[in-house]
């Protein structure tokens, strides 16, 4: 009878022919038609399968830590961009004390820009809007506003928005003291 002789081979299992194993049938070469491949070719490498799963598995790896590097690098460059804006507020408000008279820091909604003193705009980086909310009388038109600080330390108080996405800075100035600081919201 002929038939198809097959057992997995181990990779760590002697060769039949070496003896070592005695419990082994032993086949006629006659009688069987062994299979086209070796014992050494089963033992070496990993499978398409194993490959794939491993590929699958560095691609989503490697997606979600794009994700996270990307929201990071946003993150940094709007806290940067609200401390920033926080610096500038501070150093209108310290030229008014030094200076002993009104200053003012403006802010354009329309261009994304704000005007500390001294007279140098600042852009806001791509993708970012600006919002202000300040007393009515420095509310110049539609799309400009400003905060006046005054020679005491005082101002005039407001807060201007940072938004980028769903995020939100609130950079606060506080109408008593002047002090400003910044909210994450």
Known sequence: MQGWA??????????PRSGANRHEKRVKPDDVRVAAFSRSSLCKG???LEMLVVI????????????????????ARVNAASGE??????????QAIVQGKEQTF????RDNTYTPVGGKVVRLPQGMTLGITSAAEDQLNSTTGRIRFFPDG??????????LQQRQWLVNVSWLTGAVSVVVQ
């Open 46 to 48: 990993f499978t398409l």
């Open 85 to 94: 804006m926080a610096a500038a507020l501070r150093a209108t408000r310290a």
């Open 154 to 163: 005082s101002s005039t108080g407001g807060h201007v928005t940072l938004k």
């Open 56 to 75: 699958l598995l560095i691609a989503i790896a490697s997606a979600a830590v794009s994700v996270s590097v990307s929201q990071g690098l946003t993150s």
């Open 106 to 109: 403006a802010v354009n909604t």
């Open 6 to 15: 097959f057992s997995p081979p181990a990779c760590s299992r002697p060769s």
